[in-house]
């Protein structure tokens, strides 16, 4: 076995990147490998989410690693499942509320006058509501379904980038390069889009890689009082709702807990990270 010597080991210390920690890696692949499950469920699940393989509330065996739930579905496989449901529905919603609030936000902080006056005046009604309250009741409106549930994490959530993306915009548009492309005689949208925005861009995606872990909770959570996905769609949120019902049969909730816990680490950890690489004092 070769060691390596200090003076090596201290080269490759220095060399690493400060960023990429072990947070950082196991935030990886933790996303990764609900990423992949995605994609590769249906080919790694053992049983179809759907079907009745087993004895109602069975607990976990080497046939059933996750015990069965309240109908006989095995709950390895709904909770691989799950992540079909919850992690497109999250990168949609958080990529939808980007759009919307960046865009927004930026014409706030670059325009401003009445135009902004509107748009952040439109901000501090939204974000004056509890967001989990105004998420019910946008969902309570338009009906359960994961499809109306986004719609309702949407509208909770753009204000927040737009707010994000003002301020960057208000403290990049005094800068010296800007006033030199305005003066030599640049369009506002050329400015506002070729000198502005790609300065702007490092909070939001920092924000938007932790979010994404706090719209699949916000989303398991209108799915566990019945305004997200409709039965018997294998969504983690209704499937600790049914394991809510039988308390005894602790396996029921178990597997969509530990992912729903999972991944939020997983999105949290590469939020750290990104922040840490793109922090210069963290150098």
Same mark, same amino acid.
């Given at each position: 076995?070769? =060691?390596?010597?200090?003076?090596?080991?201290?080269?490759?210390? @220095?060399?690493?990147?400060?960023?990429?920690?072990?947070?950082?890696?196991?935030?990886?692949?933790?996303?990764?490998?609900?990423? *992949?499950?995605?994609?590769?469920?249906?080919?790694?699940?053992?049983?179809?989410?759907?079907?009745?393989?087993?004895?109602?509330?069975?607990?976990?065996?080497?046939?059933?690693?996750?015990?069965?739930?309240?109908?006989?579905?095995?709950?390895?496989?709904?909770?691989?499942?799950?992540?079909?449901?919850?992690?497109?529905?999250?990168?949609?919603?958080?990529?939808?509320?980007?759009?919307?609030?960046?865009?927004?936000? &930026? @014409?706030?902080?670059?325009?401003?006058?009445?135009?902004?006056?509107? *748009?952040?005046? @439109?901000?501090?009604?939204?974000?004056?509501?509890?967001?989990?309250?105004?998420?019910?009741?946008? &969902?309570?409106?338009?009906?359960?379904?994961?499809?109306?549930?986004?719609?309702?994490?949407? *509208?909770?959530?753009?204000?927040?980038? &737009?707010?994000?993306?003002?301020?960057?915009? =208000?403290?990049?548009?005094?800068?010296?390069?800007?006033?030199?492309?305005?003066?030599?005689?640049?369009?506002?949208?050329?400015?506002?889009?070729?000198?502005?925005?790609?300065?702007?861009?490092?909070?939001?995606?920092?924000?938007?890689?932790?979010?994404?872990?706090?719209?699949?909770?916000?989303?398991?959570?209108?799915?566990?009082?019945?305004?997200?996905?409709?039965?018997?769609?294998?969504?983690?949120?209704?499937? *600790?709702?049914?394991?809510?019902?039988?308390?005894?049969?602790?396996?029921?909730? =178990?597997?969509?807990?530990?992912?729903?816990?999972?991944?939020?680490?997983?999105?949290?950890?590469?939020?750290?990270? @990104?922040?840490?690489?793109?922090?210069?004092?963290?150098?």
């Amino acid at each position: 076995m070769t =060691l390596v010597s200090p003076s090596r080991a201290s080269r490759l210390a @220095l060399h690493w990147p400060h960023w990429l920690s072990l947070p950082m890696m196991l935030g990886l692949l933790i996303v990764g490998f609900w990423a *992949i499950m995605t994609v590769a469920a249906p080919l790694v699940a053992p049983y179809d989410p759907l079907d009745l393989v087993g004895r109602r509330l069975q607990a976990p065996s080497w046939e059933h690693w996750l015990g069965t739930d309240a109908l006989g579905r095995d709950v390895l496989s709904r909770t691989l499942h799950g992540a079909v449901h919850s992690l497109p529905l999250a990168v949609m919603v958080v990529a939808l509320s980007v759009l919307i609030g960046a865009t927004l936000g &930026a @014409l706030s902080g670059y325009l401003g006058g009445w135009v902004g006056a509107v *748009i952040m005046r @439109l901000v501090d009604v939204t974000l004056s509501f509890p967001p989990m309250l105004l998420a019910m009741a946008v &969902a309570a409106s338009l009906g359960p379904g994961l499809g109306n549930a986004a719609i309702a994490m949407v *509208i909770v959530w753009w204000p927040v980038y &737009a707010r994000l993306m003002r301020a960057q915009v =208000l403290e990049v548009r005094e800068r010296e390069h800007v006033e030199a492309a305005v003066a030599s005689g640049a369009t506002r949208p050329r400015v506002l889009i070729r000198h502005i925005l790609p300065l702007c861009w490092t909070p939001v995606l920092v924000s938007a890689t932790m979010d994404l872990g706090q719209v699949i909770l916000l989303a398991a959570s209108l799915s566990f009082i019945g305004l997200g996905a409709t039965p018997p769609t294998p969504e983690w949120g209704s499937m *600790i709702s049914d394991g809510a019902s039988q308390f005894y049969s602790w396996w029921v909730a =178990l597997g969509p807990g530990l992912a729903i816990l999972t991944i939020v680490l997983g999105f949290n950890f590469i939020g750290d990270g @990104l922040h840490d690489y793109f922090d210069p004092r963290s150098e």
